[in-house]
């Protein structure tokens, strides 16, 4: 079946260590998007690119990395710089101007 | 700065009366404004999106209204279920905006019985 696929779906991280969070598609869409979810705050939009070897920051990059060497492709790195990376993160695709598709999303603890 | 809210209390209403939930943006020019929902521990799943020149869409029991002069969208679930219980969240695509969505803080439904 068509769709977005995360791993892990939970993930425990040391302080001071990466972590990289898969996402891939087979949707065939040219834009894809990382999203992180915290309680009560909504969607916020750390990484998006909008075709191969090409990526923007979002609202909130700070401590994070991405990149986009394959269409089905978008893995996110959550690095040491991120202070406060316990959350729910969110990977998405779509075609411009259409809805976006949405992974089961991978939550990551910081012990 | 812009902003888009959502009522950050949780919403309750009984089975069979229609949930109304509202989204209002601040210094944004939309192209496009769509309701999504969310379950616990979940990827939210997209339901209806309307363009800023439409003033209403309809899906089954789900009807969207905009209001591009109020700012304001909103979104409304007829003979309300039990199973309609969720987080709803709405977003926004701004013209010349990047093709990025940014979406509001999410109103919780609960419909009881």
């Known amino acids: 079946d068509g769709g977005i696929t995360q791993s892990p779906k939970y993930l425990f991280r040391k302080e001071g260590q990466n972590v990289t969070l898969s996402c891939e598609q087979n949707?065939?869409?040219?834009?894809m998007y990382w999203y992180r979810q915290d309680p009560g705050q909504g969607l916020r939009l750390i990484y998006y690119?909008?075709?191969?070897?090409?990526?923007q920051k979002g609202d909130i990059a700070e401590g994070y990395s991405v990149s986009r060497e394959k269409k089905e492709s978008f893995p996110l790195t959550v690095t040491s710089a991120q202070k406060n990376p316990t959350a729910f993160y969110l990977c998405?695709?779509?075609?411009?101007?259409?809805?976006?598709?949405f992974g089961e999303g991978s939550r990551l603890t910081v012990l | 700065s812009q902003k888009i809210e959502q009522n950050s209390e949780a919403l309750n209403i009984q089975e069979g009366k229609t949930a109304t939930l509202t989204c209002n943006y601040t210094n944004y020019s939309p192209a496009y404004l769509q309701w999504y929902r969310q379950d616990p521990g979940r990827g939210p799943v997209f339901l209806l999106l309307?363009?800023?020149?439409?003033k209403e869409k309809r899906k089954e029991r789900l009807k969207v209204t905009f209001d591009t002069t109020l700012k304001q969208s909103l979104f409304h679930i007829t003979a309300s279920q039990p199973a309609d219980s969720a987080t709803y969240l709405c977003?926004?695509?701004?013209?010349?905006?990047?093709?990025?969505?940014?979406f509001g803080t999410g109103t919780q439904l609960k419909v009881e019985l």
């Open positions: 977003a926004l695509e701004i013209t010349g905006g990047g093709n990025k969505l940014t």
């Open positions: 949707l065939n869409h040219d834009a």
């Open positions: 690119s909008q075709i191969v070897n090409d990526f």
């Open positions: 309307i363009r800023e020149n439409e």
């Open positions: 998405a695709s779509r075609v411009p101007g259409g809805e976006l598709f």
